[in-house]
């Protein structure tokens, strides 16, 4: 019999941790969790001398001398470019569109063809027309030679009676023939005529069918595709086109400002203005009042004035419906009347809206010196467009700080974007 063997204990005992092996552990793991805030307060330190050593980046613009003249600007005034020669070219009848000869930027001469529409039905009737007038000639011919052998009848039966062979009612159906034939041919003559007229008619709708342009000028839209129906009214149901297209005389843009009534007696005619339009502001375009409306906008308490630009043709990129921003000037006084009265403050440079800045009641610019900037006070008047005047604080050519941080200080280097 096999004794038993006693199955084998689990000695807990080699899982114990020696004290040494303990106390090295607790105390690596200590020095570590003493590291970490070490680590982050020089992480710190670090990107706060980074930030403070980097450069706030500035953009700078200068300062430009005011017109010669000294002329102000007395008011400012937004509109838009509108061309006195704008019109949306129309059928004059109802048709269905077989031909477009343009395309949007399209220049024009006057007279040019654009659009032609069906005329299969008004050139049928002007040939109608045509032959009615062809017949009625036919028959003026055949009344004319029917009249010929009447007259010689009628000189045969004068001569007969005159001898005494033939009877007066034999000369008087003569002259009846002949008279009646001249009745004809006068009647087939009113004829030619109304059928000329007809044509006329028939030719005026074959050429209402083409559609030529009123005026030399660019195409601004095209409304109408091949295959539409266009006509002169709206038929109103979406189907059909009222207009062809729009041309504009570019020759022909000026400026259309609003000012309020309030100040409309600062502005006359022949006034010189400055205009700037807003997709470019950096432009100046010198321009002067054509016309003030007389009449006022009783909903917006505003008068309309016409501007004309000075050479025009030298800014091809003024297009209509631009934005466009005005200054309207003083006019500028002879010298001899100007003694004994007393001028406003006269500007000294003008500079962009965006260079001046505000503190309390305080107006401020910072300009740059050796790549510092410096804090300086200044002294502003008139508005005209996007530049502000400057009475004192600002000589013409200094460099002005336009875009940067807001907490730039006086004396903070800075760096100028290209």
Do not use: W
């Not at 070219?89 to 001469?109: H, L, M, P, Q, S």
């Not at 530049?387 to 800075?414: F, M, N, Q, R, T």
Request: charged letters at 25%; proline letters at 4%; a positive charge.
């Amino acid at each position: 019999m096999a004794t038993p063997t006693n199955p084998p204990k689990h000695d807990l005992g080699s899982l114990r941790i020696g004290d040494g092996q303990r106390k090295g552990s607790g105390m690596g793991k200590r020095v570590m969790y003493a590291a970490i805030p070490v680590l982050i307060f020089a992480g710190i330190v670090a990107a706060a001398y980074a930030f403070r050593s980097q450069k706030p980046v500035v953009e700078v613009a200068t300062a430009s001398k005011p017109e010669a003249g000294g002329r102000q600007a007395l008011l400012n005034a937004s509109g838009y470019i509108t061309p006195r020669r704008r019109a949306t070219i129309a059928a004059k009848i109802t048709g269905r569109v077989t031909g477009v000869f343009f395309d949007e930027g399209t220049r024009v001469a006057e007279g040019q063809l654009l659009a032609t529409l069906d005329d299969a039905d008004v050139k049928r009737s002007l040939d109608s027309a045509k032959a009615d007038r062809d017949a009625s000639q036919a028959a003026i011919a055949d009344f004319e030679v029917q009249l010929k052998n009447a007259q010689i009848e009628l000189r045969r039966a004068e001569q007969l009676k005159a001898a005494g062979v033939q009877t007066q009612e034999a000369l008087d159906n003569a002259m009846t023939a002949a008279d009646s034939l001249k009745a004809k041919i006068a009647l087939a003559k009113q004829q030619v005529v109304a059928s000329d007229a007809r044509i006329a008619v028939a030719q005026q709708a074959v050429d209402n069918c083409t559609i030529r342009a009123p005026f030399a000028g660019i195409v601004v839209s095209k409304d109408a595709q091949v295959g539409e129906m266009v006509s002169p009214n709206s038929a109103g149901g979406g189907f059909t086109r009222t207009g062809i297209a729009t041309i504009v005389d570019m020759h022909s843009n000026e400026i259309e400002v609003d000012v309020n009534e309030s100040y409309i007696a600062r502005v006359e005619n022949g006034q010189l203005v400055t205009a700037t339009l807003d997709a470019y502001p950096d432009k100046q375009i010198p321009s002067k009042v054509r016309t003030v409306i007389p009449t006022a906008d009783r909903q917006k308490a505003t008068v309309k004035v016409r501007i004309t630009i000075i050479d025009l043709e030298k800014y091809n990129f003024i297009l209509p419906d631009m934005g466009v921003k005005v200054a309207f000037l003083d006019n500028e006084q002879p010298a001899a009347k100007d003694k004994g009265k007393e001028k406003g403050p006269q500007a000294v440079a003008f500079i962009p809206k965006g260079a001046v800045r505000s503190d309390s009641n305080t107006s401020y610019v910072f300009l740059i010196r050796d790549g510092k900037v410096e804090r300086r006070a200044v002294s502003v008047g008139q508005e005209r467009g996007t530049e502000v005047a400057v009475i004192a604080g600002v000589l013409p050519g200094d460099s002005l700080v336009v875009k940067g941080p807001e907490s730039l200080h006086d004396g903070d280097k800075v760096e100028i974007r290209q």
